[in-house]
Structures are given as structure tokens and as C-alpha cells.
């Protein structure tokens, strides 16, 4: 067991908690979060894969990004019985940002850390969903700052957060495949040795 990302994991705040302490945006988050829907679809996927997952989000409540996807994976974690999800600031953990970083430089956010029933880490979703990445990248950053916002912004209300719920959900669904073939693995190993 991971004993460090445990022990943060357990004294990070919910989703509700760091709604109430947030004091950037909070009518935004608010109403970001009341409208959030999640297909059955992806509450099945999730579902569908044996153990606990968790998701240690790190974030800040003035970041626009953050505000338009981590009440998606706040309400899929809600719904999916076998996932749950806690919220720590960037700022606070630097540490843990510093092995996140976007593109190896950046402390951009949100970053989803997708933690097994051990608490050992299997992948990292973030800062935001890779199409809207993308044009950030190649297009975005030459606009003026508030032209760039507003795409985005457009960007997430025409997806509605359902690509961010592909890719999170795609990225348990790939860490639990890569632990049942591991374990297999194991398995097949332990077998062959028992028959020598």
C-alpha cells in the first residue's frame, strides 16, 4: 500500500467540502455541478471492473478548466459505486503537481490521479479533455486571452463533459485490464513454479 497517497487521499476534501471552502467562482461551480449529467453508460463501464478506484484531484477553485470538468468526474465518482473522488489544491501540494506536470513543464489543471485499492497510482488524466488540448496548443495560446476563454468555454458547453467522462473512464478501464493481466501473469508464473 502507497501509505503517503493513502494517508492524502483520506484527509483530502470531498467534492462538497471543497464546493463550500471554494471562494473563487463558487456560484459557477455551483451551477456547473447541478447541471452535470452522466449517461448510465459510463456509471456501467466503471462498474463493470473489479476493486475500488479512487480519483485524487488536484486543483484550484479559480481555474476555468477545473470548474468545467471536475464536477463531471465529481458526479461520475458519485454514481459509479466502485469509485470514489477527493480534491487537493495544486498550490498546497506542490510536490504532487511536480510529478504531474503537462508536457513535463506545465502546473496545469485539473490533474485526476487514478488510484487502485492500494493506493498505488495507475495513470493521470488532465488538464483537460485532449481534442480542447489540442487546439490549445495549436491555435488557442495565439488568440488574445479572452478570446481564448470564451472558446473554451463554448468548447465545454457544446460537449457537455462527455469526453471527459471517455477519457477518465477510458483510463480505468485500461489500468484495470493492465492489473488483471499482470495478475494473470502472476498467476501463470506461480503455477509453473509449483509444477517444477
Request: net charge negative; charged share 30%; with cysteine.
Amino acid at each position: 500500500m502507497n501509505s503517503e497517497l493513502h494517508c492524502r487521499y483520506l484527509h483530502a476534501p470531498t467534492f462538497d467540502e471543497y464546493l463550500d471552502a471554494a471562494r473563487a467562482n463558487q456560484a459557477l461551480w455551483r451551477a456547473i455541478a447541478d447541471r452535470v449529467h452522466v449517461p448510465d453508460e459510463y456509471v456501467e463501464r466503471v462498474s463493470a471492473h473489479p476493486g475500488s478506484w479512487h480519483l485524487l484531484v488536484l486543483s484550484e477553485d479559480w481555474c476555468g478548466d477545473a470548474v468545467n470538468t471536475v464536477p463531471v468526474i465529481a458526479r461520475l465518482a458519485e454514481l459509479a459505486p466502485n469509485l470514489d473522488c477527493r480534491i487537493l489544491g495544486r498550490d498546497a501540494n506542490p510536490d504532487l503537481m511536480d510529478t504531474h506536470l503537462t508536457g513535463g513543464t506545465s502546473r496545469s489543471i485539473p490533474i485526476a490521479i487514478l488510484l487502485d485499492d492500494h493506493y498505488d497510482e495507475h495513470g493521470w488524466w488532465g488538464p483537460r479533455p485532449r481534442p480542447l488540448q489540442q487546439w490549445v496548443l495549436s491555435e488557442g495560446r495565439a488568440l488574445p486571452k479572452p478570446d481564448r476563454y470564451r472558446e473554451t468555454r463554448r468548447w465545454y458547453a457544446r460537449d457537455r463533459g462527455l469526453t471527459t467522462l471517455e477519457e477518465v473512464v477510458g483510463m480505468v478501464e485500461a489500468s484495470s485490464a493492465r492489473l488483471l493481466r499482470d495478475e494473470e501473469r502472476v498467476g501463470q508464473w506461480v503455477s509453473g513454479s509449483e509444477k517444477a
